[in-house]
Structure formats: C-alpha cells, structure tokens
C-alpha cells in the first residue's frame, strides 16, 4: 500500500522555521520526484518545491526562494522541507508529492497545516 506521511507542521511566529517530513512507503522512493505543494483557505494549490530523483537538482517557487530548502534521504524514503524565515502568507496546509514518468504514477499525502501567526 502506497503511503506519503507528513508531518511537523504546527503554529509559529513570523521569522520561525519548522522542518515538515514526508515519510513514503509502498513504492520504491528513489524513483520518483518529490515535491511539495501548498494550499491556504480560499486559494489554488501552489508548488513550493521540487527535487529529483537523485536530490541533484532542485526548484522553487520565487515566493519561498531563499528561505525554503527541500531536500531528501533515499535511505529513509523521506523527504523534507525546512522552513526558515517564515511569514504570514506562508499559512497552508503543505502537501507531499511523488511522481515518476511525468505523471503517469502520482502519490499525495494527507497535508500538514502550517500555520505562521503572532
């Protein structure tokens, strides 16, 4: 049974980091690309973060640029996201995405909310 896992979402204050993981079982993880998404209330789901296969390349979106590091440990089938700088409009709930043959197989976790308030 394939599964995607997130979690260290919480509540923090603007300029706090949190770390989010995504553990991935049920598929051979070192395949895939992994990316995280995010949604806030009343908005479309937005792409954070991509990294290959093999961690050698990375993107981000120009919003978390800087500030957003996604990386991955193919021996723990997990992926990461550390959240660093964080600000208000951070505030979604964050996915994890698994992808392998541009598509053709396509995983998601149940989401983690973030949520950046003081």
């Known amino acids: 049974q394939v599964q995607l896992v997130e979690s260290g979402g919480g509540l923090v204050q603007p300029g706090g980091s949190l770390r989010l993981s995504c553990a991935a079982s049920?598929?051979?993880?070192?395949?895939?690309?992994m990316r995280w998404y995010r949604q806030a209330p009343g908005k479309e789901r937005e792409l954070v973060a991509t990294?290959?296969?093999?961690?050698?390349?990375?993107n981000y979106a120009d919003s978390v640029k800087g500030r957003f590091t996604i990386s991955r440990d193919n021996a723990k089938n997990t992926a990461y996201l550390q959240m660093n700088s964080l600000k208000p409009e951070d505030t979604a709930v964050y996915y994890c995405?698994?992808?392998?043959?541009?598509?053709?197989?396509?995983?998601w976790g149940q989401g983690t909310q973030v949520t950046v308030s003081s």
């Open positions: 995405n698994g992808a392998m043959g541009w598509g053709k197989y396509e995983f």
């Open positions: 049920g598929f051979t993880f070192s395949m895939y690309v």
């Open positions: 990294i290959t296969n093999s961690g050698g390349s990375t």
